[in-house]
């Protein structure tokens, strides 16, 4: 599989210098988009459109903090599999279950500013977790550790697309 | 017709030749061509000096054809054959259409695209587009004093796949290279955005006459960055119009009327809305086939009223693009308000209120979508240095995906992605010894395929029979620079691979682009043999200036055995351009793209080098 950070010249690391891998993104794409081959034979474009996608992919997957955990993860032989493997803590389970009936509740209050609510403690939460995967990752090496929080980051981005999603219902 | 001065063989283009190249702001109620000229992006006027070319065609029964100001005069006086606002049928069926019953017009219900029956035959939306691109073509000809080495035309950045890909169809069937399709309000920002040397974080509010986009992008220097995009494809200033007129109907106690009182109406009640922009109180005088006479007056508080739920629709999707963008108002540096609906004081009220500061309104905005576009198709023309070009970074608006069992769509790739894009997934066979796998790819953020608009349907067929769940077929979608998208799918357990590549089927299949190019020609009594001859020889020209600037600068990259290679391809295709042949061009052209493929590769490889390098782009 291809190592995403080579791409761009970064160690694999969870900590990310986003402004540096912008700029290298950047810097890429200024070489490779499918704007400067716009003119050029059919050889070129195709190439061009190839790198350019995956020089996308690598981008997002890289700034969106589960997928480069999980790219992380996968390039030490670690597959969240998360579909099939999703044996959580009762706890954490309990805990996802109540926010869902909160969602619902101020779904059917048509209640914007709840959400809101819910949206800012989320992010705090997904913050807090974050930092531990980065340390599980990057100071201790602790990939199996590792995978555990992440999945519990999925729960919370889904959880945040359910609430982006349940605003179009309020308004 | 000649596409290209044809250079002598071994005599290229010289390397800084200036290409003809312009944008086309394809609207619903005007459309405008322009270019970059010694640097000045201008929009070309017609012989009369008009800069706008109304988006009207009125078909007569002899072939002829009036597109404009000429089909505009007649609208009144020949409903049936005068199509207005084509765009809002480009790439929709029938039922998506709105506002049918008040639309004079003889639809016929056609799979894919709707149609419309005209006194020179059943016309697709398609043709009657390609229509008004034909005239801006020819001006654009007319006032550069050439032929057009390419064209960029904008779109609705809320336009799904099958109304781009109609787009670009259209483009093609006016004999235009189509270069790009181009998001209007990204068109804008980089007009804006160039005139004013604008950084930060702005949203571009476009209110067109038949579509509405909110696009927010991120502007840096030489970078013009989508975040995020939402809107309504289905919501423009048209609507105001018709809002008029049903309260004219409604005040004037009117029975249901012909097609040429209704033509009337319309356009008296888009001029009262146009008039209110300026005034109090704007009057609505009618005289009705039946000799009666509508006499009524609106005044700004009705038209307020009677238009607010139209306002308050534009509103949604400005708060989920912020959404999208993880962004408040708080962040916005600046509102571009583009499209002549944007005029309408209510709207610029309803948009102050929501961002808490005062829109920017001093590019034209009629004309800003063109100038951006020009300045785009000049930059993919090649005629800007490469240190003085930007990059332009835009994404899809609405999330593809495919149906799966219980009628559930599944997102493969979300909106706001950045384009090009691919995603790829795996789906299974789920009955033993099953050999064909049948899919439906669709468009739309709603959870049931039925709420989202289905693109093309497919069968993979030939799959070795297995157990249940034991195939592995990966799907792979893969998004363009012009946001169009093509299918894959692959069936790859056994090592026996059964392919099929699909483009969306409401884009019209190449056969009937073909055949309505014949009919154009039958008409126009051009030669088909010529054009295509023509058209080869643009290709071969492009591909061997292209060739010639890359070994210019990379021949190191090949070695002596494989540059000789690319060396006689270049001289094959240069013995066959001036033979008229179009078969041998396209063949020697063929060929020259195969003997150059590694070489592209390596020349990527070399740019990533050179970028990860930390080089500039300008010292190279």
């Known amino acids: 599989m291809h190592n995403h950070f080579d791409l761009f010249g970064l160690a694999p690391a969870f900590a990310l210098d986003a402004a540096a891998l912008e700029r290298r993104y950047r810097e890429i794409q200024s070489q490779v988009h499918p704007d400067r081959f716009a003119h050029a034979g059919d050889a070129e474009r195709r190439a061009s459109l190839q790198w350019t996608t995956r020089v996308n992919e690598a981008y997002r997957t890289l700034m969106d903090p589960v997928q480069r955990a999980k790219h992380i993860l996968e390039l030490h032989g670690i597959d969240l599999g998360f579909e099939t493997n999703t044996q959580m803590p009762a706890e954490f389970l309990v805990q996802q279950l109540e926010l869902r009936e909160e969602l619902e509740g101020a779904v059917t209050g048509k209640d914007a500013e709840a959400l809101d609510r819910m949206r800012s403690e989320l992010a705090a939460n997904r913050k807090s977790l974050e930092r531990q995967i980065g340390e599980a990752i990057d100071s201790r090496k602790d990939y199996a550790g590792a995978a555990g929080l992440v999945r519990k980051l999925m729960f919370l981005h889904r959880l945040d697309a359910e609430i982006e999603a349940a605003y179009e219902e309020v308004e | ?620």
């Open chain 2, 1 to 620: 017709m000649a596409l290209l001065q044809i250079s002598e063989p071994g005599m290229s283009a010289a390397p800084h030749e200036h290409r003809l190249a312009v944008g086309i702001d394809l609207g619903t109620t005007n459309s405008l061509v322009a270019t970059v000229r010694s640097g000045v992006a201008t929009v070309l006027a017609d012989e009369l000096g008009r800069p706008l070319l109304p988006s009207i065609v009125r078909y007569h029964a002899d072939g002829r054809v009036d597109v404009g100001y000429a089909a505009q005069a007649k609208q009144a006086v020949d409903p049936k054959n005068t199509i207005v606002s084509v765009k809002r049928f480009m790439g929709r069926g029938l039922r998506d259409v709105a506002h049918v019953e008040n639309a004079p017009y003889d639809f016929v219900d056609a799979p894919g695209m709707v149609q419309v029956r005209t006194a020179a035959g059943v016309k697709s939306p398609v043709e009657v587009s390609s229509e008004i691109l034909k005239v801006l073509k020819l001006r654009a000809e007319a006032s550069l004093g050439g032929e057009l080495a390419g064209a960029v035309i904008t779109v609705p950045a809320y336009f799904d796949d099958a109304q781009r890909q109609a787009t670009k169809d259209a483009g093609k069937l006016a004999g235009l290279n189509v270069l790009r399709l181009l998001n209007e309000p990204t068109a804008a920002a980089i007009a804006y955005g160039l005139e004013n040397a604008s950084e930060g974080i702005y949203a571009v509010y476009d209110l067109g006459g038949g579509t509405f986009d909110l696009s927010i992008l991120k502007l840096a220097r030489g970078v013009f960055e989508v975040v995020a995009t939402s809107g309504d494809s289905m919501l423009g200033g048209d609507d105001f119009d018709q809002r008029v007129f049903c309260w004219a109907v409604e005040q004037a106690k009117l029975s249901p009327l012909g097609p040429r009182d209704m033509r009337q109406l319309l356009m008296k009640s888009r001029e009262a809305k146009e008039y209110l922009t300026y005034h109090g109180e704007a009057p609505i005088t009618v005289r009705l086939s039946s000799g009666d006479v509508v006499d009524l007056s609106i005044d700004t508080e009705t038209f307020c009223n009677i238009t607010q739920t139209l306002v308050r629709k534009t509103l949604g999707p400005v708060r989920k693009a912020l959404r999208d963008a993880g962004l408040t108002v708080d962040d916005i540096k600046g509102v571009v308000m583009v499209g002549g609906a944007t005029r309408m004081p209510q709207i610029q009220r309803a948009v102050a209120e929501l961002f808490r500061r005062d829109p920017l309104n001093n590019l034209d905005p009629d004309k800003v979508v063109a100038l951006g576009a020009a300045m785009q198709a000049n930059v993919l023309a090649g005629n800007q240095p490469t240190d003085q070009d930007w990059l332009l970074l835009d994404v899809i608006p609405l999330s593809l995906g495919i149906e799966t069992m219980g009628g559930l769509a599944e997102k493969i790739i979300p909106r706001n992605t950045t384009i090009p894009a691919a995603k790829a997934q795996e789906f299974t066979t789920f009955k033993d010894g099953q050999t064909a796998m049948s899919f439906h790819v669709v468009q739309g953020e709603r959870e049931l395929v039925a709420d989202c608009r289905s693109l093309a349907r497919f069968d993979l067929r030939g799959i070795p029979p297995m157990a249940a769940g034991a195939a592995r077929v990966r799907v792979t979608f893969q998004v363009d620079a012009d946001g169009l998208l093509s299918v894959t799918a692959r069936e790859a357990s056994t090592g026996i691979e059964a392919s099929i590549t699909v483009k969306p089927s409401y884009g019209l299949s190449d056969a009937e682009i073909e055949r309505m190019l014949r009919e154009s020609f039958e008409h126009a009594k051009e030669d088909v043999h010529a054009r295509a001859l023509a058209e080869h020889r643009v290709d071969a020209q492009r591909l061997l200036d292209a060739t010639r600037s890359a070994l210019a600068v990379d021949r190191a990259l090949l070695a002596p055995r494989e540059l000789e290679a690319v060396e006689n391809a270049v001289r094959a295709l240069e013995q066959v351009l001036t033979a008229n042949d179009a078969r041998a061009i396209k063949q020697a052209t063929d060929a020259l793209n195969r003997a150059t493929e590694e070489f592209a590769e390596r020349r990527m490889d070399e740019g990533i080098k050179r970028a990860l390098a930390g080089k500039k782009i300008g010292s190279l």
